[in-house]
């Protein structure tokens, strides 16, 4: 009994692990309320590269379709079209007899009865494959969206905390400044604001530099301005 019981679970652990790629990449006419599922989506339906993993599945079909109707070789029918079949009036003289109408042939070699159905099966492995590759192509696509989206988020948050603190710096520097051309404060206090302000707004030129640079990365995902994105 423990021994069943153990392999049920096993089981039904196993089947649930299947993942439905539909929900990996939501189908075009699915509607989101999630911005970054919105954007996974997209990336899908806009870069080059996942239309060709499309296309190697349609491909695929393709073959597999072509290698199922070959037993259609086998059997042969050819006509014979002249004037006395055109015009059977014309044939007073019976000629036609000698020229039959159609040919109907059929060619068996024992190679097409092994050869056709492993044709079949290696095309059906190829479907397959294209699938899996396809089925792979959504998964990395997913993560490389809503990495870029994660990141794209951090940087944005940092540029906009590192434009606040160059803001409150430069003020501060303004009044240090204003002290020393009055003689409250000596050079060395001013030079050391001096440097702060400085070191602060190259944090914040930095930051704004990241910030954009991880908007255009996930802009190339996507394949449009982020903006854009309804």
């Given at each position: ?10 089981s ?9 790629y539909n929900?990996i990449?939501l ?12 954007l ?24 597999l379709?072509?290698?199922?109707v ?12 002249n004037?006395?079949v ?18 109907l042939?059929?060619?068996l ?11 079949v099966?290696?095309?059906?492995e190829?479907?397959m ?5 396809l089925?792979s ?8 969206v809503?990495?870029g989206?994660?990141?794209y ?20 520097h303004?009044?240090?400044e ?9 050079f ?15 944090a914040?030129?930095?930051?704004e530099?990241?910030?954009k640079n ?8 996507i ?6 994105v309804?």
């Amino acid at each position: 009994m423990k021994k069943l019981i153990f392999f049920l679970l096993i089981s039904t652990s196993a089947l649930g692990q299947y993942v439905d790629y539909n929900k990996i990449i939501l189908p075009d006419n699915a509607q989101t309320n999630d911005f970054a599922e919105k954007l996974v989506q997209i990336a899908w339906r806009n870069h080059p590269d996942n239309e060709m993993f499309r296309r190697q599945v349609n491909v695929a079909g393709y073959d597999l379709k072509k290698s199922s109707v070959e037993w259609a070789d086998v059997v042969r029918f050819t006509g014979n079209v002249n004037e006395f079949v055109l015009n059977p009036n014309a044939d007073i003289y019976s000629r036609a007899v000698f020229f039959p109408k159609y040919n109907l042939s059929a060619t068996l070699s024992l190679g097409m009865f092994f050869q056709i159905p492993y044709n079949v099966k290696q095309n059906r492995e190829r479907m397959m494959i294209a699938q899996t590759q396809l089925n792979s192509q959504k998964l990395a696509v997913r993560n490389q969206v809503l990495k870029g989206y994660n990141e794209y988020l951090m940087r944005e948050k940092m540029y906009k905390i590192q434009s606040q603190l160059a803001l409150d710096n430069e003020t501060s520097h303004k009044l240090v400044e204003q002290k020393f051309k009055n003689g409250e404060i000596t050079f060395e206090q001013y030079s050391l604001s001096l440097s702060t302000f400085s070191t602060t707004t190259l944090a914040q030129i930095e930051a704004e530099k990241d910030y954009k640079n991880a908007k255009l990365d996930l802009e190339r995902l996507i394949g449009m301005k982020l903006e854009d994105v309804r």
